[in-house]
């Protein structure tokens, strides 16, 4: 053993430590990481994205004061930058760093912002490797939060890799699947970025981050449509890397956002037959509204007659104020059509019904993934019913 | 009391299958897991630290012999043999396996029980008075309108996403021991002017992060009024409750920050429209159900065996001066079983305790067991005369500890031992205290004294209205115990008050033991208890034995 071990060859000791750690899960491998002799100083460098409060939080139970590095290429959703001061504070994170380009770099290269437009690359080169490669120099390691199920170069990763024959590079949640880090984050009642239920499940600088369709890859909303995959601050062979390699897949093809939906009602799916424009509320004229979640239903009070249809929007299965406004529109003696239209899941399709509602509209996402005969099997909705016995 | 008729059995088969099916399209992808949680939690599963935990509701806390058993084969097949009581007259068990629940709920439903709405946001299992039906001070049994609110609220199409959840109690008693001051909506039966009985509706009560008292919205409401009124508060509700932030989601902030004024007005506006939905079907099931909840038969019954062993053994007469109650039937008592016998887990029972508990509900107490808030178990019609008897059994079973309403009968959340919100452990810290004063054989001495612990700020343990409260919080990661004084969960409910600094774990035993010293020397008679000494004297002499150091340092 040398004197120093952090001062061995780097491939030396990250063959060493995972030989050691073969064996462990990813707590233990970060902990002992934290305090191993042979890991040397280290930070966790954090995006405060999707899924990175799993490590921040094993960090505050473990470590506190461990350095966080964040990288605030100033390109960010304000979303990650108020995301940042809420989770470091709930935490309690004594050390997190805000990191920012060099403004002298900024002003000779990017001074408009719109590096991104013409050069992709050199923006992230600009903004984020250059900036971490700096923050990073006092450091032997440093942790992230990649993992195999992402795919890509990052299948055959290894809790500890040599990069560069600089820094060890931890990933102590190589082995985790989706399932393990949703579970980790529902378990931990920890809080999630705010776009992750607006469909960004991988979140990077606004500009070059898209929302990501059912079905997509998690990561192909970043740099959509160009042959980009990393932003290169994961470097292999003392390389950064940003393409796809050759032989892999994993080229997104940017898919056309659809508007088509599907009419849920005692007798099935069908599509819609509502051929007019649905108005907002304030339209006295129009013979069709869409009723936002916090409407007062009594704007309609005075034309139920007029209307045709009336929609009331689901933002969120978990909103329930849709119930008790179509409740209320029926009670005030509306008896025209009565929509649910948006986030209605077939478990909600009798509480839909028994309110007053006569038809259920849902995306096509939804509708694939909860099919025809889950929805036909709330069908029956008047059977089991208390209300109908208490109500005569 | 109330056996499930035809429609409620084929209603729970019916949602046991649903839920059954929900599993299953959990497993297969078709739920994401942000839609199966509020569809586990409408079904009582919780995620909690190592496992799920599966809530199951004992309806206004009555439960005959068969169910008691059940309750017991579940702990048994399912778990680890045991099972909680919690503070809502529910029973959890703490490690059941997902793919087990379907099997669980079905042979709940072979009793007449369910899990439903004992969590999520929607309307809670409703709580009753654990006398009800037997108490001597008792206007009328409040039972029956919580069993017409459980079919109401049940799979009500309306209220299965509120803003947050929403609790509901019911009382028919002035001595009020269902602590309706701190319910969503708590409901008194009362008598007005002319002689009719009615509720006094109270509304916007609560504990958690911001405790508050309920405010009277309705001084009184006729008893037909009963269903359309609360509708008309929790729509009201869901339509002006907040749901940008959950920790002023509940109904109290709602009241809070509307006003009683507003909120009642929109509440009669709502109740003027709703009235007539309500014609009189209502009316008919709560006859009979009412007719359910009669009373059962309670022949006189020779007191001599009673007296003679009240007389003679000094142990059964502690054991009956702290767990009985006054009956409304001469010669009956109402018996309540201690679940905290010194050292133990508050509120656990094992299955064979549970078995022993309906094996005398079945022998001496018409068939019948109460659950109650305080996490204790009931037997409502004891005769007097049996009760030698039953003081032997309990013995056998580590039931007979004679520490009901006394300093060691501590209400404890499950704290960090089990649950992720937890910042601190509870239920060791009730351990210790009970078997220090054990130790200290000063139990009876002090009297009445009621102790609530909760282990994070969300107040499970309903620290705000124990005489003395504990609070258990995560300061720098270290755990932190904050002690307030004063709270009462009776009428006359008051939220206690801080005392100052917190105290360490190691220095939260000794800190209570200083209290209870305190009071000795302060109280007037052995008569006063620690409330009525606290509310005389007041803080400052508390204040002075907790802190010393402090008080020499501002006198200097």
């Known amino acids: 053993m040398p004197l120093d071990p952090a001062s061995a060859p780097v491939a030396d000791r990250v063959r060493d430590l995972n030989e050691r750690y073969r064996h462990h899960g990813a707590t233990a491998v970060l902990e002992r990481a934290l305090s191993d002799a042979q890991v040397g100083n280290i930070a966790l460098v954090s995006s405060f994205g999707a899924e990175s409060v799993v490590l921040l939080h094993m960090i505050s139970v473990m470590d506190r004061t461990t350095p966080v590095l964040f990288i605030d290429t100033q390109m960010l959703f304000e979303e990650t930058l108020q995301y940042q001061l809420d989770v470091s504070e709930k935490l309690g994170l004594t050390d997190v760093r805000s990191i920012r380009p060099d403004p002298e770099k900024i002003r000779e290269l990017d001074r408009f912002g719109a590096l991104h437009l013409s050069d992709p690359d050199a923006c992230c080169d600009l903004r984020k490797t250059q900036t971490l490669a700096s923050a990073l120099a006092p450091f032997d390691a440093w942790i992230t939060g990649r993992k195999r199920f992402q795919g890509g170069q990052r299948a055959a990763l290894e809790f500890f890799e040599n990069e560069g024959d600089i820094r060890i590079k931890v990933n102590p949640l190589a082995h985790w699947a989706k399932d393990d880090v949703r579970d980790y984050m529902i378990n931990n009642r920890l809080p999630r970025h705010p776009l992750v239920s607006q469909g960004y499940p991988s979140i990077g600088c606004k500009p070059c981050t898209s929302k990501v369709a059912e079905g997509e890859d998690e990561r192909a909303g970043r740099w959509r449509g160009k042959d980009k995959v990393e932003c290169g601050i994961h470097f292999i062979n003392g390389k950064p890397v940003r393409r796809v390699a050759e032989g892999t897949e994993g080229e997104a093809t940017p898919q056309e956002e659809t508007t088509m939906s599907v009419i849920v009602t005692d007798g099935g799916f069908a599509a819609d037959d509502w051929n007019g424009e649905l108005a907002a509320p304030e339209d006295t004229g129009a013979a069709a509204v869409l009723l936002p979640s916090d409407a007062d239903p009594e704007v309609l009070r005075d034309r139920l007659d007029q209307l045709k249809l009336v929609a009331v929007d689901f933002p969120s299965f978990a909103d329930g104020r849709g119930f008790t406004i179509a409740r209320r529109l029926r009670l005030m003696g509306y008896t025209g059509r009565l929509r649910a239209k948006g986030h209605v899941i077939a478990d909600q399709y009798a509480m839909a019904r028994r309110v007053g509602f006569d038809e259920v509209e849902i995306d096509l996402d939804l509708a694939t993934r909860q099919p025809e005969d889950q929805w036909l099997r709330r069908a029956e909705w008047k059977a089991h019913d208390y209300q109908s016995r208490l109500r005569a | ?556």
């Open chain 2, 1 to 556: 009391m109330y056996s499930y008729t035809e429609f409620d059995e084929a209603f729970v088969r019916e949602r046991v299958a649903q839920f059954r099916a929900q599993v299953e399209r959990r497993i297969d992808g078709s739920l994401t897991e942000d839609e199966f949680k509020p569809l586990r939690l409408m079904n009582g599963l919780y995620l909690q630290l190592h496992a799920y935990m599966l809530r199951v509701a004992v309806p206004y806390g009555t439960l005959n012999s068969r169910q008691m058993n059940q309750l017991a084969y579940i702990a048994e097949t399912w778990d680890k043999g045991y099972g909680h009581f919690t503070t809502r007259q529910n029973i959890q068990y703490n490690w059941p396996l997902l793919k087990d629940v379907p099997d669980m709920l079905d042979a709940l439903a072979d009793v007449g029980m369910h899990a439903i709405q004992t969590s999520g946001n929607t309307i809670r299992n409703v709580t009753a008075d654990h006398f009800a039906g037997a108490a001597a001070d008792e206007i009328e049994d409040p039972r029956p309108y919580a069993e017409l609110l459980r079919q109401w609220s049940t799979d009500h199409p309306e209220f299965q996403f509120l803003p947050r959840k929403f609790k509901i109690a019911v009382t028919g008693a002035p001595n009020d021991r269902a602590v309706v001051k701190a319910h969503d909506i708590g409901l008194e039966i009362v008598k007005n002017d002319a002689g009719e009985t009615g509720f006094r509706v109270l509304v916007g009560g609560g504990l958690g992060r911001t405790p508050m008292i309920g405010k009277v919205i309705r001084d009184f409401l006729p008893k037909d009024d009963l269903l359309p009124y609360c509708e008309a508060i929790v729509s009201v509700y869901n339509l002006l409750g907040r749901r940008d932030n959950k920790y002023k989601a509940r109904i109290k902030i709602t009241v809070h920050e509307n006003g009683l004024d507003e909120f009642k007005a929109q509440v009669e506006d709502r109740f003027a429209l709703l009235r007539g939905q309500f014609g009189g079907a209502d009316q008919q099931l709560l006859a009979e159900i009412k007719a359910q909840f009669a009373r059962p038969d309670l022949p006189a019954r020779d007191l001599s065996g009673f007296t003679t062993a009240y007389d003679n053994d000094p142990v059964f007469r502690a054991w009956v001066d702290t767990n009985v109650a006054e009956h409304a039937v001469d010669g009956y008592a109402l018996l309540t079983i201690s679940l905290k016998a010194h050292g133990e887990t508050p509120g656990d029972a094992t299955a064979e305790q549970m078995r022993e508990m309906a094996a005398l509900a079945a022998e001496y107490s018409s068939d019948e067991l109460r659950i109650s808030h305080e996490q204790n178990v009931i037997l409502p019609h004891v005769a007097k005369s049996d009760l030698p008897a039953i003081h032997a059994r309990l013995q056998q079973h580590g039931l007979a500890t004679a520490n009901i309403g006394l300093i060691s009968d501590i209400i404890a959340c499950p704290g960090m031992d089990y649950c992720a919100l937890a910042t601190a452990r509870s239920i060791p810290v009730a351990q210790q205290i009970a078997t220090r004063f054990d130790e200290l054989k000063m139990e009876h001495d002090i009297g009445p004294l009621k102790i609530k612990i909760s282990g994070c700020i969300n107040a499970c343990g309903h620290h705000h209205v124990g005489h003395i409260g504990i609070l258990g919080l995560d300061r720098a990661g270290v755990e932190n115990y904050q002690i307030t004084l004063g709270g009462d969960g009776t009428e006359d409910a008051a939220i206690g008050t801080r005392t100052g600094p917190g105290f360490a774990y190691d220095q939260i035993v000794p800190a209570i033991e200083t209290l209870v010293e305190t009071y000795l020397d302060e109280r007037e008679s052995p008569d006063e208890t620690f409330l009525d000494t606290y509310k005389r004297v007041g803080m400052a002499p508390f204040k002075a034995a907790l802190y010393p150091a402090e008080e020499k340092s501002r006198a200097a």
